[in-house]
């Protein structure tokens, strides 16, 4: 694993500080949701893509020359970061010891990396040193999972203690997307049948894959997101009825439908133990960054 430097302090402090404080919400439908004050300049569009059980959030937003650059928020104050020589930098999820990974492009090459003890790291995938790869997801314990390209297929991995298992749902000839673990080393993602499908949502427990997707989907896309330590998993769907992105929740093998009121659509980007979420609504081209507390729906 290639280390690149150190990024700023707060990175590294984040793992040391307790959870964020009570915030007051407005109730609307199972969760109780505010906008989330993510202070950046105008249009650049951030994405929150993951909330820590110490309330970081992390995510990434378009830079004003048009590039994408990862995000950190903890109370109130935002860490921009770029992988070092990369032109753009995505942050997907962080571990509650402090741990960022995502990915980053140079322009000719497109690799995972991880931010761990406040320097950076390009994750290799055993085997495959020279492949596209993305990380999506890591636990407190140190795993990482994400996707990577080799031999014209989309494949899935775990990486756990430097060991790789190549994941791939069974059939998904269009590709297998590991997006989240917990600590318990579930997995989380979407699967995809052929080339032309939009994807279904997938749960890897003990090397066994079953499939998660929320019964109000149909035969419709779905996508978990992110797992908790507690088990539960949020994500979005598109209903056969409106052809509308939907919030849901997975929890003790019950789906619950999660629409922010006030937005035409809802997706849920991540969720921890203390039954905290973070979640884009949008009305068109829209979109509101928004916190919630769904203690009614775990």
Known sequence: MRSYGKTLSLLMSVCFLAASATMAFAQTGKCA???????????????????????????????????????????????????????DTSAHDMSRTGTIVGEFNTGSAQRAFMVHS???????????????????????????VGEF???????????HNGKLTILSFPGAQGGTVPESINDQGVIVGVYFSGPEDTGRGFMWKNGVFSNLNPPAAGNGHSFPRKISNAGDVVGEFTSPVDNLLHGFSFDKGRFTTIDASGFQQTSLGGVNKFDNVVAVGSNGTNNVQLKGFCSAVF
């Open 149 to 159: 390209v080799a031999h014209s297929a989309q494949l899935g991995f775990l990486l």
């Open 33 to 87: 949701f505010q906008t989330l004050n993510i202070q950046m300049p105008a249009n650049s569009f951030p994405s929150p893509e993951a909330l820590t059980d110490t309330g970081a959030i992390v995510g990434t937003f378009l830079t004003p020359t048009r590039h994408s650059s990862g995000f950190l928020l903890y109370q109130g104050k935002i860490t921009t970061f770029m992988f070092p020589g990369s032109t």
């Open 118 to 144: 406040g320097g950076f790291h390009q994750i290799t995938i055993p085997g495959f040193p020279n492949v596209p790869s993305v990380a999506h997801g890591v636990n407190d314990n140190g795993d990482v």
